[in-house]
């Protein structure tokens, strides 16, 4: 049972557009969702990360919105570059435990 | 500060064997976590240790297993291996105390493929 849903699957954007993934989830004991980078052949890079007790965050030209009341939180890419052409991935963790359940990740490509 | 490392890179196998994968945390890292990743079920975490202890663990068969020896350093063993068992395992590690300790630092991988 998959319990970070993510979507889409994979997304095309021309080159400074906006990337957009979202995320869903049911469990309310998640209190952590890390945003996760990977490219062919690399493991997960943490992008950035968020607690529910705040309703954005950004980091340079990647944001993540988060509604506690619907169980979801997004990921936006600004001004998306070729170089930002990577698989991402959601995840959420528990206060008592550390263990990442994955969201199936997004393809995203960014055409020059 | 070094990044975690796990060895080999790549492995070859066939159906029945054994394996064992090495993970080395980022120094001052005491958890250490190991997932599974294939294209049809993605992310999945197989288990984490910390201070030689199994603290938690996925929903794998008992031919997974794992070890941290004393210095962080863990090992992941596979049984029987089979055909379903060819995936990417990443091992991951984290610090335990003071902030950021939620955070989970990646390594390569290990590519093993069963034939």
């Known amino acids: 049972q998959q319990q970070v849903k993510q979507s889409p699957q994979s997304l095309i954007v021309q080159k400074g557009g906006i990337s957009i993934i979202n995320c869903a989830y049911e469990?309310?004991?998640?209190?952590?969702f890390p945003w996760y980078q990977q490219f062919p052949g690399k493991g997960p890079a943490l992008l950035i990360a968020?607690?529910?007790?705040?309703s954005e965050k950004k980091e340079g030209r990647f944001t993540i919105s988060f509604n506690k009341s619907a169980k979801q939180f997004s990921l936006h890419i600004m001004d998306s570059q070729p170089g930002d052409s990577a698989t991402y991935f959601c995840?959420?963790?528990?206060?008592?435990?550390?263990?990442?359940?994955f969201g199936a990740g997004t393809t995203v490509t960014v055409r020059a | 500060k070094a990044g975690v490392t796990q060895t080999p890179r790549y492995l070859i196998k066939t159906r029945g064997q054994q394996v064992t994968l090495s993970c080395s945390p980022i120094?001052?890292?005491?958890?250490v976590s190991w997932y599974q990743q294939t294209p049809g079920q993605g992310l999945q975490f197989l288990f984490e240790?910390?201070?030689?202890?199994?603290?938690n663990k996925g929903n794998f068969p008992g031919r997974f297993s794992g070890r941290q020896f004393s210095n962080s350093r863990s090992e992941m063993n596979v049984s029987t291996l089979e055909l379903g068992d060819s995936a990417l395992y990443l091992c991951?590690?984290?610090?335990?105390?003071?902030?950021?300790?939620?955070?989970?630092?990646f390594g390569p991988g290990t590519r093993l493929t069963v034939l």
């Open positions: 469990n309310t004991a998640f209190d952590y």
């Open positions: 995840a959420a963790s528990t206060f008592y435990d550390y263990k990442l359940s």
């Open positions: 991951a590690s984290r610090k335990t105390s003071g902030g950021g300790s939620d955070t989970q630092y």
């Open positions: 240790y910390f201070s030689e202890t199994q603290r």
């Open positions: 968020i607690r529910p007790d705040v």
């Open positions: 120094s001052g890292h005491r958890s």
